[in-house]
């Protein structure tokens, strides 16, 4: 089945540092990525979907110069946090997507920022 | 707009009980609709979708889900639980006729009683 990769798994960091995080489609070429944040006990919330050769579309209140998106090959999305700071922690999950009915999840990164 | 309504954050049952995990959806559109599970510090793993086809959907680890448009359910259930089911459910939504975005729900956590 399609694999997503996501690297690393945890980070901790100093405020005021960047971290970036990257996602990866093993097995298949993803035209569409999609970068979700989980707060602890909470659902997934939708940050911003990343298509190959495009800007990033973020969704409203997700900061676009503090959740840097790239996504230069249709088997690589980033996601860059700049000057992190402690409220920026969180579980950072992406996915891929592979038809209108189906998004393969990464297994997640931990970001703490001390 | 979308949204999914999760009913319980958190559901236990006794081992070898009937799993009921509660889901209402709202869409404008027809739906696809989603369970996916998630474990401790994981990502998502994808349980079973449904996509216009069936209005009863089998998924993975001997759970199902039925889709009911007059009650604009999608509640999923299995027959026996496992202690191994343990875990996170996300209830989700999309509308493919849009775009590729999925709405998750809340989340229930499910606890196993021995």
């Known amino acids: 089945g399609a694999v997503v990769s996501q690297h690393p798994s945890r980070v901790i960091c100093k405020s005021g540092t960047s971290v970036k995080i990257e996602c990866r489609s093993l097995?298949?070429?993803?035209?569409?990525m999609f970068w979700y944040r989980q707060f602890p006990k909470k659902s997934l919330m939708l940050m911003a979907t990343?298509?190959?050769?495009?800007?990033?579309?973020?969704e409203q209140g997700v900061e676009k110069d503090k959740f840097l998106i790239n996504h230069a090959s249709l088997t690589l999305s980033t996601l860059t946090v700049t000057s992190a700071h402690p409220e920026d922690s969180s579980f950072y999950i992406c996915s891929a997507s592979l038809s209108t009915d189906t998004q393969y999840f990464g297994p997640g990164t931990r970001l703490t920022v001390l | 707009a979308q949204s999914v309504t999760q009913l319980g954050s958190h559901v236990s049952v006794s081992e070898g009980a009937l799993v009921l995990l509660r889901c209402n959806y709202s869409s404008s559109v027809p739906p696809y609709l989603f369970w996916y599970v998630q474990y401790p510090n994981q990502g998502l793993q994808l349980l079973l979708k449904y996509t216009s086809a069936a209005t009863l959907v089998k998924g993975i680890n001997g759970f199902e889900a039925e889709f009911k448009k007059s009650e604009t359910s999608f509640h999923l259930t299995k027959p026996s639980a496992h202690m191994s089911d343990a875990a996170e459910y996300f209830c989700a939504v999309s509308s493919p006729a849009r775009d590729d975005k999925i709405i998750f729900g809340k989340g229930t956590r499910l606890h196993i009683l021995p």
């Open positions: 990343s298509n190959e050769g495009s800007k990033a579309t973020y």
């Open positions: 097995d298949f070429q993803a035209t569409t």
